[in-house]
């Protein structure tokens, strides 16, 4: 199996950053896709940044230019750099790893919950 563990995340004032990490490891041959997502009270899981196999990323158009989303496939582990955080940014966020090979299928993460006071 594969099993992803989150970390960061916390209380933060509006303009401020967090990192948040999220490290997958089991019975990993390859891992495709990293992402991030957050489900605000009330709403539904979006996207809100995605990175390929390759680097390539892509964010969600109200992240984007302060969120960063970076991956390191030495430590199969994915990062989401939140700045200038907003409280509209206030949700559980989720990372999703992609894997493909023996053991593949799209894994969760824990969840970890980022707070952002008006």
Do not use: H
Not at 24 to 44: K, V
Not at 92 to 114: A, M, P
């Amino acid at each position: 199996q594969v099993q992803l563990v989150q970390s960061g995340g916390g209380l933060v004032q509006p303009g401020g950053s967090l990192r948040l990490s999220c490290a997958a490891s089991g019975s990993i041959s390859r891992i495709n896709s990293m992402g991030w997502y957050r489900q605000a009270p009330g709403n539904q899981r979006e996207p809100v940044a995605t990175i390929s196999s390759g680097g390539s990323a892509n964010y969600a158009d109200s992240v984007k230019g302060r969120f960063t989303i970076s991956r390191d496939n030495t430590k199969n582990t994915v990062y989401l750099q939140m700045n200038s955080l907003k409280p509209e940014d206030t949700a559980v966020y989720y990372c999703k790893v992609s894997v493909v090979g023996g053991v593949s299928g799209d894994f969760w993460g824990q969840g970890t919950q980022v707070t952002v006071p008006s």
